[in-house]
């Protein structure tokens, strides 16, 4: 099963040779995906400033520094897609970019008018359930995928396998990676859902501190990395010693690897050079028996994220309203405790607030600025990557059954 609003792509070959491949087949997409969002052509503004121009090249420097193959794979989009660099880059630099020139236009605003500007960062993000249960044979990712109206039609599947090649006269590797990934038009794989060859199996939702990191890793790169690690101590190291400019969330776990899931909260921590705030909780089942307990938080059973900070709101300035996020996660409590499969999909479902809606459609209601691309299920014991694109509530015939088996080999 295909879909022509989701395709998927193939590419095999260097960093470079996938992502130039990658910007040939979706060039047109990545065309109509910077021509449907208004909020680019404030983005390509903003990077020509001194401020803005600044903090791109710190962003620059740090990625052709730590991931020179992934700024590769930035170059191989460029030239297949031929959509100009410098907006390519905005692409991926995308969540750095678009907060602070919120936070620039705002403190302009209060200086020129003293008047505040709406800023409302959450209504992008996304929403997760991870289930862990004995009692139902449930282990399960599901997973609301929700961004921009410009991304409902420019979205894809990325299958790839890609090749190691040597940087710094051979003093450095890039990892061979095998994974499946979905997309958004020009921007790195990794900052969706994926799964790649070891079995790390992954979403990510989008937190929001009230700052930008600067000369650190911006978000969507380290998410592009996800997609190498091998196993959760390398998570573990990955994310206590890159220095990220800014927030997120990841939900996942290990195939094969380990029988709990895992919810991280991420964060810049400015008052120590080169340093995240991180806060782990395991989502275990209540017959398993863990040796982490005593180090790190448990959730029994189940886990829902949406996009704010719930265990590093204490350290972590946010952004002011996110009233999006906060009115899905008081939802979420109202429905209860997930037992199945079902009942996650009853929730990501759920449109019953006009205004603020769990699974979010295209020109309704006052959340607009969102849409739901589509929904996610990967099961950890079928080993199947489940997607459907329209409100699997109303509609449970899935776009998409992907085996992952053969990607596990």
Same mark, same amino acid.
């Given at each position: 099963m295909t879909s022509p609003r989701i395709p998927l792509y193939r590419v095999k070959g260097t960093?470079?040779?996938?992502?130039?491949?990658?910007?040939?087949?979706?060039?047109?997409?990545?065309?109509?995906?910077?021509?449907?969002?208004? *909020?680019?052509?404030?983005?390509?503004?903003?990077?020509?400033?001194?401020?803005?121009?600044?903090?791109?090249?710190?962003?620059?420097?740090?990625?052709?520094?730590?991931?020179p193959w992934y700024w590769d794979e930035i170059r191989g989009l460029a030239d297949g897609s031929k959509v100009p660099f410098e907006q390519i880059l905005?692409?991926? =630099? =995308?969540?750095?970019?678009?907060?602070?020139n919120r936070l620039f236009e705002e403190k302009k605003k209060l200086m020129e008018k003293n008047q505040q500007i709406e800023n409302e960062m959450g209504e992008k993000g996304c929403t997760t359930v991870l *289930?862990?249960?004995?009692?139902?044979?449930?282990?399960?990712?599901?997973?609301?995928e929700d961004h921009s109206p410009a991304l409902y039609m420019t979205s894809y599947l990325m299958e790839a396998d890609i090749q190691s090649s040597k940087y710094d006269d051979g003093k450095r590797e890039s990892p061979n990676e095998k994974f499946i990934a979905h997309c958004y038009a020009g921007s790195l794989p990794g900052v969706a859902f994926g799964i790649n060859k070891h079995g790390f199996a992954y979403s990510l939702n989008g937190l929001y501190p009230n700052f930008v990191g600067d000369n650190r890793l911006p978000r969507q790169v380290i998410n592009r990395a996800l997609l190498s690690i091998q196993n959760e101590d390398e998570l573990d190291k990955l994310l206590k010693t890159?220095?990220?400019? =800014?927030?997120?969330?990841?939900?996942?776990?290990?195939?094969?690897?380990?029988?709990?899931?895992?919810?991280?909260?991420?964060?810049?921590?400015?008052?120590?050079?080169n340093e995240n705030y991180i806060s782990k909780c395991f989502i275990i089942n209540n017959e398993e028996n863990f040796e982490k307990t005593n180090k790190c938080l448990i959730a029994f059973n189940y886990l829902i994220h949406y996009n704010h900070y719930e265990r590093l709101h204490n350290v972590i300035s946010q952004q002011k309203q996110l009233e999006s996020s906060y009115t899905r996660w008081k939802r979420g409590r109202e429905l209860g405790e997930m037992f199945t499969i079902h009942d996650a999909i009853y929730l990501l479902g759920d449109d019953q607030n006009?205004?603020?809606?769990?699974?979010?459609?295209?020109?309704?209601?006052?959340?607009?600025?969102?849409?739901?691309?589509?929904?996610?299920?990967i099961n950890f014991l079928t080993l199947e990557l489940t997607i459907y694109e329209s409100n699997p509530k109303e509609n449970d015939q899935p776009t998409l059954i992907y085996n992952l088996t053969k990607l596990l080999a």
């Open positions: 960093h470079y040779d996938c992502a130039r491949a990658i910007g040939i087949v979706a060039c047109e997409a990545i065309r109509q995906r910077i021509a449907d969002d208004p *909020i680019f052509s404030n983005l390509f503004t903003f990077v020509r400033t001194d401020y803005g121009h600044k903090l791109q090249q710190g962003f620059i420097e740090r990625t052709r520094s730590l991931y905005v692409l991926n =630099f =995308f969540n750095e970019a678009r907060a602070a *289930i862990n249960r004995k009692d139902t044979n449930t282990l399960s990712l599901v997973h609301n890159i220095p990220v400019a =800014f927030g997120f969330c990841i939900n996942g776990g290990f195939i094969h690897q380990s029988k709990h899931l895992f919810n991280y909260e991420i964060g810049p921590n400015l008052n120590i050079d006009p205004k603020f809606p769990i699974f979010r459609v295209r020109n309704a209601g006052e959340d607009a600025n969102a849409v739901t691309l589509c929904t996610a299920h």
